[in-house]
């Protein structure tokens, strides 16, 4: 049975850090060299980790699906990345980033990992500054802000629409580096599919190579893991087609807790689902509604006219209306739920009646007479300050404009966007401790691929600050301190653990090759999704949760019998990689709707309609639930057992969450 101790340092809250970081051990730097790190993924989290660890001195070696870490999903990342710097001078400090964060996540996030979180987040910027990542600047040169949803500061930095993909290049530049001086071996195109724990400690991986098929051992005295979020288990959703949960998965399977796994977010402002064969669906990023305003009609009867047809006084600016505090910039969970209220009631638009509007109107108005006034145009024409509007919302969003056009055909500068909830991001992940590690010694999580440190909601423009803090300024100190403290066996990889779990990863793979059924794996993932999405997702109940995990059985005996993949598992084949990985979402999916079940509380992205308020907000209940589920692996077909990481609030007492 899993002991878990959150290994939280001792003393006053925001000194826990400081403290920490003088009393830990440390590995002499020609020691260091000595040590072998293992890191899977390089996204944000990976890539910062490997460069970082190398940096030090550490031997690093890197493994990806992908054909080039530039590939990682991060890439994909819009908006911007939080931090308490304060540059707006509105009010911003460590204290609130922290307290903004936990309330966002529901006082259902750890509260000492939640400030050291807002602590760092000010060297992030340091950091990816010096890297050269070209945020956007002010006009007299220093870094601009803009806000996101759940903070009444502008804390966000960005870099136009691109921000993932910026901070990627800064991270990948630092890796490249660390590779070309032979401190990071990297290899790619390699999956890893199991982990081998040696009389209790994690030594290593088994890797297959996804070009030519071989599987091989590698050994290490520390693997981390930062291999991303699971959101795909839903089919549908804003993640890379590739994203997936496979190395979590098989460690959790290995004795690895998986903590909270029904903390999902669905992200309110998507492009809404076009068509029953649709593989993805794409984000409009939540920086919109800076200056979009949400609605919709307030007569049911004007949902099917096009919206400039629709007077003023008969729209609905519903988070405007009922948040007026926080307005358009509600966190994502309640604006997700009040758009499905809104359509629930009828009053959604487009052709499926899922969506509402995302209007820059106004927005286009303001900046129009805004620039006008700047250049000190007299008496501009209504045609002139659309044309000035349209420029300023251009230089702020235009990419993201033009992701909008290339799907729908549709000029958002003219007419509103149409945007629903769609799936985008998992608080829950593998269990870890303070260190981030997980209750296998030598195991790290890092990134999305933890449980984090964003409770049951996450804020935006808080994953890309997450990975890059637990990359370059969490795990440099907690692994030392892991190494300097243990005496570790030498590193075999042909320990017979190590030789059994390559011959079960063969095993594993020669079973799909071997089931020649008549039904591609894809089928059984919308299948899947369809039940995640209907069941277990924005809206969860007792009834549909035991009929979800039923559906969800059936689902993996029907793959087990007919999944088809064709071609060879010795060479490329992205058929085997799909049901390697889709095999995995299947019994990932039953844990999540039980822990769904499990948690007979509304908190967060969770939403249990037996536990609202009279007005449909969201029910915690902390005298039983205020803890980290974590789940433990019992083997095949045996219900997993069940751990309470008990979270305890020294700061702040959890209160009835409002934005009112
Ligand atoms: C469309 C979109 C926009 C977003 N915008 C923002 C934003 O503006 N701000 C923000 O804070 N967050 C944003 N997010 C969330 C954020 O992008 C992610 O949470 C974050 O980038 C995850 O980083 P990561 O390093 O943990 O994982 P990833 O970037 O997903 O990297 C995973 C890595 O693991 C590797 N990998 C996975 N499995 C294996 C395996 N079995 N074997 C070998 N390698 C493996 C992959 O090759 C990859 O290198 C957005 C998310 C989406 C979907």
Redesign the pocket.
């Known amino acids: 049975m899993a002991q878990l101790s959150s290994n939280i340092p001792s003393g006053p809250l925001a000194d826990k850090w400081r403290k920490y970081k003088t009393e830990i051990k440390l590995v002499n730097p020609a020691n260091k060299r000595k040590y072998k790190v293992i890191v899977?993924?390089?996204?944000?989290?990976?890539s910062s980790a490997s460069a970082t660890l190398a940096e030090l001195g550490y031997q690093v070696e890197t493994?990806?699906?992908?054909d080039s870490?530039r590939?990682?999903?991060?890439i994909?990342?819009?908006?911007?990345?939080?931090a308490a710097k304060n540059y707006q001078n509105d009010g911003d400090s460590v204290h609130r980033l922290f307290y903004d964060t936990l309330k966002g996540g529901d006082y259902r996030a750890r509260e000492s990992n939640v400030h050291r979180l807002a602590e760092v987040s000010v060297n992030i910027i340091d950091q990816c500054v010096a890297q050269g990542v070209p945020f956007a600047r002010e006009y007299g040169g220093l870094l601009a802000n803009r806000s996101f949803g759940g903070a009444q500061v502008s804390r966000t930095f960005y870099a136009r629409g691109q921000?993932?993909q910026q901070l990627l290049l800064g991270a990948y530049s630092a890796l490249s580096k660390m590779v070309g001086q032979g401190g990071v071996k990297l290899h790619v195109n390699?999956?890893?599919?199991d982990l081998v724990v040696i009389d209790g400690v994690t030594k290593g991986i088994i890797v297959r190579d996804l070009v030519s098929g071989a599987i091989t051992r590698h050994s290490a005295d520390a693997v981390i893991l930062?291999?991303?979020?699971y959101g795909n288990v839903f089919n549908l959703s804003?993640?890379a087609r590739g994203?997936?949960a496979?190395?979590i998965w098989r460690a959790y399977k290995r004795g690895a807790c998986f903590a909270n796994p029904c903390y999902t977010q669905i992200h309110p402002t998507c492009i809404p689902v076009s068509g029953d064969y649709q593989s993805k669906l794409t984000?409009m990023?939540?920086s919109l509604r800076n200056d979009g305003r949400i609605w919709v009609p307030k007569k049911k009867e004007d949902c099917k006219k096009p919206p400039a047809d629709i007077a003023e006084e008969d729209r609905d600016y519903y988070l405007e209306r009922i948040y007026p505090s926080f307005g358009n910039l509600a966190p994502r969970d309640v604006s997700s739920r009040a758009a499905k209220r809104m359509c629930d009631e009828g009053r959604g638009v487009g052709e499926t009646g899922l969506g509402v509007y995302l209007d820059f109107a106004e927005a286009i108005q303001r900046y129009g007479k805004q620039v006008a006034n700047r250049n000190h145009l007299q008496n501009p024409s209504k045609e002139k300050i659309l044309e000035l509007g349209e420029a300023a919302v251009a230089e702020r969003y235009g990419n993201l404009f033009d992701i909008y056009h290339e799907i729908t055909n549709e000029n958002a500068y003219k007419t509103p966007m149409r945007i629903f909830p769609a799936m985008?991001?998992t608080m829950g992940g593998l269990w870890v401790d303070y260190n981030l590690m997980s209750n296998i010694p030598g195991l790290f999580v890092?990134?999305?691929?933890n449980f984090s440190d964003h409770g049951a909601n996450r804020l935006?423009?808080?994953?890309?600050?997450q990975?890059l803090a637990d990359g370059y300024f969490v795990i440099p100190y907690t692994i030392g301190d892991y190494l300097a403290s243990n005496s570790l066996p030498a590193v075999k990889p042909d320990a017979p653990e190590a030789v059994a779990a390559a011959k079960s990863v063969d095993e594993g793979v020669q079973k799909l090759m071997s089931t020649k059924g008549t039904t591609p794996a894809d089928d059984f993932h919308r299948r899947l999704g369809h039940v995640m999405w209907e069941k277990v997702g924005m809206a969860r109940n007792a009834k549909g949760l035991g009929e979800a995990i039923a559906e969800i059985q059936t689902i993996r005996k029907d793959f087990w019998k007919d999944v088809k993949v064709v071609g060879s598992a010795k060479d490329l084949n992205a058929e085997l990689e799909n049901a390697s990985r889709i095999a995995d979402f299947i019994d990932l999916g039953e844990l999540l709707a039980r822990d769904a079940l499990h948690r007979e509380e509304s908190c967060g992205g969770h939403f249990r309609e037996e536990h609202q308020t009279e007005d449909g907000e969201t029910l915690r209940d902390d005298d039983n639930f205020a803890y980290a589920a974590a789940w433990q692996y019992n083997g095949e077909g045996a219900e997993p057992s069940f751990h309470k990481d008990e979270l305890t609030f020294e700061y702040d007492i959890p209160s009835r969450r409002s934005y009112k």
């Open positions: 899977v993924g390089a996204g944000l989290a990976g493994f990806v699906f992908h870490p590939r990682a999903h991060s994909a990342a819009q908006g911007g990345i939080n921000t993932g390699s999956e890893m599919l930062a291999t991303g979020g804003t993640y994203s997936n496979t190395a984000l990023s939540e985008h991001y890092l990134g999305e691929a935006g423009a808080s994953a890309l600050m990975g």
